[in-house]
């Protein structure tokens, strides 16, 4: 209880009185406070502050170093490897273009470059997109040795020239009369200066057949209409026969045949019958020593890892085998399929060989296999086309886009669509990054790049209408193909 205290009054008598009020109060219970709202910014002693952003900025530093050593990996991974493009972190602006249907060669400065319209060759400057020369007619790409012709020509060195030469051959006609005294079509070899082109020497080369060349000479293999083998090697530098050799007897009839050419020896296969010369010499190899890959047609050899080398051959069943050797020539394992040679191999799959392989009736699919000994990994049923091997991925096109597969695996890790679903252009590039392509849009063909490890699309822009290949010189610039028109793209 509480009250505001006594009051004094007084009676009519003058008694004295003092009155007392009480006054009873309910106590109400205890809230406790209500804490101010807190200011935007809470002061944190300064200490505090000082550790976090000192912690901030060494997340900060740790995740740029980490970044850093990552590229350096990638860099010093990417180095020296072959066949890259130039750098695709950003939209390639255009060098030059000019009239053109497709690049066959790169010699020095030169491009080589077939216009059909008219049918003539061109001599370009690679920098400027300058035509230095032109003459009329085609050239046909002439593989060195049996291995498959490259995308681009091969230079050839001649004994009394210290550059580069270009070799250009007539495309073979039909066999008519209008061909050699057997009916055969009459090509020309013409060795030319790449710079200015100028014709240095001119080889008729009677027959059809394949040609290859060894050194700084030119080898055909052929058999003639009637039945005959026949082989030729001439020098490019004087422009005559070294050699030719004729079989004396008649070859068993065969619906096919093949041959293989390199710097120790020519073979001609034809069914169970084979002949084999020494190159130099022209002169038959009586005793071949025994090859692990049995008989047929040879292809390859294709460069692996720790001085592999891995080789392919057709037997006369249509099948096909591939050995590995070592340098020396010991085999390391013997499998079924066509060996595939990578575009770009940045040796990010060191222990696997990728063949294409087919059952009787059945499409061909790609083959992961272990040098090491022979043992199939994986399969994917995807159609033998261009491969890359970067980031751990197998990267190859089919007729929906681009599919990247996990090199250990073989499962896919992502594909393109290519905008409405189809790749638009053959052919495509890397900076060992990036992924070059040329998709299909809604407005025409596109121009897109990919982040190779994940499928990210990093840039887009509109390709020249008509393109319908891609490619790249030895430099690394990128070259849009057309139907009448070449672009040339670098930074």
């Known amino acids: 209880m509480t009250g505001p205290g006594p009051v004094e009054s007084r009676t009519d008598q003058g008694t004295r009185r003092v009155d007392v009020e009480l006054v009873e109060d309910v106590e109400a219970p205890e809230v406790a406070p209500v804490p101010p709202p807190p200011p935007l910014l809470t002061r944190v002693p300064r200490r505090v502050r000082w550790v976090v952003a000192s912690a901030v900025v060494l997340a900060v530093a740790a995740t740029t170093v ?39 060669g790169a010699i020095g400065g030169t491009l080589v ?10 001599g370009v400057d690679a920098v400027t997109g300058t035509v230095r020369w032109e003459r009329d007619g085609p050239c046909d790409v002439v593989p060195v040795g049996t291995r498959p012709p490259p995308a ?19 495309p073979a006609g039909p066999r008519d009369a209008a061909g050699s005294d057997d009916g055969r079509p009459t090509r020309t070899a013409r060795v030319l200066d790449p710079a200015t082109g100028d014709l240095l020497r001119s080889i008729d080369v009677d027959g059809g057949g394949s040609l290859a060349t060894v050194g700084a000479d030119l080898v055909r293999v052929d058999v003639a209409p009637d039945n005959h083998g026949e082989v030729t090697r001439w020098s490019l530098t ?30 001609l296969d034809i069914g169970p019958w084979s002949l084999t010369l020494d190159a130099r010499t ?12 049995g008989t047929g047609v040879t292809l390859g050899p294709v460069a692996l890892p720790d001085g592999l080398q891995a080789t392919s051959r057709l037997d006369r069943e249509g099948g096909t085998r591939t050995t590995v050797a070592a340098a020396g020539g010991r085999v390391r394992a013997t499998f079924a399929g066509l060996v595939l040679s990578p575009s770009v191999d940045d040796g990010s799959a060191p222990d696997l060989v990728v063949v294409t392989r087919s059952g009787r009736g059945d499409p061909p699919a ?41 090199a250990r695996t073989g499962r896919p890790r992502w594909r393109s669509t290519g905008g409405g679903g189809a790749t638009f252009a053959e052919g495509m590039v890397t900076d060992g990054r990036r992924l070059l392509t040329v998709d299909a849009g809604p407005d025409g063909p596109v121009l897109v790049a990919r982040e190779v490890a994940s499928g990210t699309v990093a840039w887009t822009r509109p390709a020249p209408e008509g393109t319908d290949g891609l490619t790249q010189l030895p430099d690394g610039t990128v070259v849009l193909v057309g139907s009448d028109e070449l672009v040339a793209l670098r930074p």
């Open 238 to 267: 004087t422009g005559r026969p070294r050699w030719s050799h004729r079989t004396p007897d008649v070859l068993p009839p065969s619906d096919s045949w093949g041959s293989y050419v390199d710097d120790e020896v020519v073979r």
């Open 66 to 104: 980490t970044d850093r050593l990552a590229d350096a990996a990638v860099d010093a991974r990417l180095d020296g490897v072959a066949g890259l493009s130039v750098p695709l972190d950003r939209s390639l602006p255009v060098a030059w273009q000019l009239p053109g249907t497709a690049v066959l």
């Open 282 to 293: 022209g002169r038959r190899v009586e005793r071949v020593p025994p090859s692990p890959l």
């Open 152 to 170: 681009l020509v091969q230079a050839v060195r001649l004994e009394d020239r210290p550059d580069d030469v270009l070799l250009c051959v007539d």
């Open 113 to 122: 470059v077939r216009d059909s319209a008219p049918d003539r060759t061109l």
């Open 366 to 406: 790609l083959v992961g296999v272990d040098p090491a000994d022979g043992t199939t990994r994986w399969t994917a049923d995807v159609p033998p086309t261009q491969v890359l091997v970067v980031a751990g991925l197998l990267v190859v096109r089919d007729d929906a886009g681009a599919l990247a597969l996990d």
